[in-house]
């Protein structure tokens, strides 16, 4: 096995740097380019262990999460554990599944296993212990939180604009009842998407919004727009991908009229449809972005525990359709 004084002479620096390098401090690009290849010809691993034992670290990171098996968020895992293991870390994940009265139990398991820092993905506001997540020992980030705390990085997603501008869009180009399937409303993306499509009526008074609620089920998404359907809408926007198979399996089968004419908007986390469909608008979430952001992020935090908070920061969801990126104002990028 390759010593790390082995890569600085191969590599041309000192211990020192190599050391640095790998505790993810800033080099000369040269030298970390030097290092980077050094490291690969000699195939170096890093004990981990003896590592963390002199620094009195685990090099593991906590991931708490509302639901593990959406396709949302195994996309946002799968980018932070990108970043993460590319440093060294390793991934502990604990789920919740809604039951917000074991999170503070999920929160013990993670913290006895030695944590060096905890993302907490999908928080939601009636978690009474929420504020505990402030005073942990450790650096602590959140993702689609309802509330900034102090000390707490956070990243949302800008899911309120995404649905204000597909709405918009709607009734700038005529359309008068636009139908709507909402998810359930104790959930807080679900609040930020619905008050983002109420929002965009604001500046649209013409238009009329006709909603239902589904239950993020593909059955709720086949019924909703049989429903919604029926009165007389021109233009749909799902706000959950898994309703919006219900909805595409609706359609197919549909023999009204009116369903190969609807316009249609929805989640989804491939673009292909919007470009194959002249009808089809796409809300893609950006979940490589949001996970590579909060992994390094997270890792700038252990680095450094001083570092200023990140308040809000807002990832955009990317919009595809009728031929091209949409832009709010209806045009192609």
């Not at 993302?119 to 959140?142: H, K, N, Y």
């Not at 008074?205 to 909703?224: H, I, K, M, N, W």
């Not at 023999?255 to 989804?268: E, F, G, I, V």
């Not at 009808?279 to 252990?302: D, F, H, S």
Request: charged share 20%; with cysteine.
């Amino acid at each position: 096995m390759s010593s790390i004084r082995e890569v600085a002479k191969l590599a041309g620096v000192s211990v020192g740097s190599v050391s640095r390098y790998l505790n993810g401090q800033q080099l000369k690009a040269v030298n970390m380019e030097k290092i980077a290849a050094a490291i690969d010809a000699l195939d170096y691993k890093e004990n981990i262990i003896a590592k963390g034992l002199k620094n009195n670290r685990s090099f593991s990171v906590g991931l708490l999460m509302n639901s593990i098996s959406s396709q949302f968020g195994a996309e946002t895992v799968s980018a932070i554990e990108g970043v993460m293991e590319a440093k060294g870390y390793s991934i502990l994940l604990s789920g919740f599944k809604g039951d917000v009265s074991q999170v503070n139990k999920k929160i013990d398991y993670l913290m006895q296993h030695s944590v060096d820092g905890l993302i907490v993905f999908m928080s939601e506001q009636d978690w009474d212990g929420m504020e505990r997540l402030a005073d942990l020992p450790i650096p602590v980030l959140t993702i689609n939180s309802p509330v900034q705390l102090a000390g707490v990085d956070r990243v949302q997603v800008a899911d309120r604009k995404s649905v204000r501008e597909v709405i918009s869009y709607f009734a700038e180009q005529g359309h008068q009842r636009i139908g709507l399937l909402a998810a359930p409303q104790n959930d807080y993306v679900a609040r930020e998407r619905l008050i983002g499509a109420k929002e965009a009526l604001e500046t649209h008074p013409e238009a009329q919004l006709v909603t239902t609620f589904g239950d993020y089920s593909r059955l709720s998404g086949y019924r909703g727009a049989e429903e919604l359907l029926a009165q007389d809408i021109t233009a749909l926007l799902v706000t959950n991908y898994n309703m919006a198979m219900g909805v595409l399996e609706f359609l197919q089968q549909s023999k009204d009229p009116r369903s190969q004419q609807l316009l249609l908007a929805h989640y989804d986390y491939t673009r292909e449809m919007a470009d194959l469909l002249p009808n089809r608008i796409i809300i893609k979430p950006a979940t490589a972005v949001i996970g590579q952001l909060c992994g390094e992020r997270l890792l700038a935090r252990m680095a450094d525990p001083t570092s200023a908070i990140d308040e809000g920061v807002w990832v955009e969801n990317e919009l595809f359709g009728l031929g091209g990126n949409l832009l709010p104002d209806g045009k192609q990028r």
